[in-house]
């Protein structure tokens, strides 16, 4: 990572969002940072899409290590990245931006590996079949880390037919994961055969999940929004006894994940979820 050159000034990070108000992302890096003893400044920027190039240059040209971009700057961020890494190519969008030697910036997307991180405290990946709800640019995050991280099947559901086998042919190509679209419908009957379901519906924009039948108790099923309350998804497959990870989880070991490719320090998961439910609830 890049340091400024002059070593008395704070190291500066922000997040650029459109909104970027109601954003608990300042919040939760502000009390990292002062668990880890780091004095860095983060600030939270509303930036309207059509000026994204300008705000980047910015980031570049003021020497800070980088941004989160939040709502439609991801996607519109990743034609205007220096450098790409897999993760974002294959999603469409960056979530985290970083900069390297001489303000190059480098963007990744970070969602994906949060999903699997949140999983993995619950269940064991490899060899399970596993449902993806949602082909947006975080249903392709998941969808990729879920592939690399051994599952035997991926069966992908979006309200576009044609992103969803967009994401289907994208991920057989790999040759990992065999993968299979289940049509969109307002009942979706999820195989007997899925153990894991993944919900990466966005939050905003009113769209609603498709009701889910088939959860059971030996499922663990995941919601990527971050929501102060049970949502449709969440309360489904808790009344069917699953294991529920909420999206509140989800950001928590994304923003872990975004820390340390900044800092190079681990951070303290349930010291962020203590921090977001504070945040909800003010």
């Excluded at 289907?168 to 894991?196: C, F, K, S, Y």
């Excluded at 069917?240 to 490719?261: K, N, P, S, Y």
């Amino acid at each position: 990572m890049p340091t400024l050159a002059n070593a008395a000034l704070q190291d500066v990070v922000s997040l650029l969002g459109c909104p970027a108000a109601g954003n608990p992302a300042q919040y939760l890096f502000e009390r990292a940072f002062a668990a880890a003893g780091l004095d860095w400044r983060f600030l939270s920027l509303e930036v309207a899409p059509d000026r994204l190039g300008d705000a980047l240059a910015g980031v570049s040209a003021l020497g800070f290590r980088g941004c989160i971009l939040a709502g439609p700057l991801r996607r519109q961020a990743l034609p205007l990245m220096g450098q790409s890494s897999p993760s974002a190519s294959f999603a469409g969008a960056a979530s985290l931006v970083h900069t390297g030697p001489e303000g190059l910036l480098v963007g990744h997307m970070t969602d994906g590996r949060g999903v699997l991180a949140a999983l993995r405290m619950h269940a064991e990946i490899s060899a399970e079949h596993v449902f993806v709800l949602g082909a947006g640019a975080v249903g392709r995050a998941a969808a990729l880390e879920l592939s690399l991280a051994g599952a035997k099947e991926i069966l992908v559901a979006n309200r576009s037919p044609e992103r969803a086998a967009a994401l289907v042919d994208d991920l057989n190509a790999m040759g990992r994961a065999q993968a299979a679209v289940i049509p969109w419908h307002t009942v979706i009957d999820i195989p007997e055969r899925v153990r894991v379901v993944v919900a990466a519906i966005p939050a905003a924009g009113g769209r609603t999940a498709p009701d889910l039948r088939g959860l059971r108790g030996d499922q663990v099923v995941v919601d990527t929004a971050v929501a102060s309350g049970p949502t449709a998804v969440t309360l489904a497959a808790a009344r069917a006894g699953a294991c529920v990870v909420d999206g509140l989880e989800v950001h928590c070991h994304r923003t872990a994940i975004d820390f340390q490719a900044w800092t190079g320090l681990e951070a303290d998961t349930d010291l962020l979820r203590e921090a977001l439910d504070e945040f909800l609830d003010a």
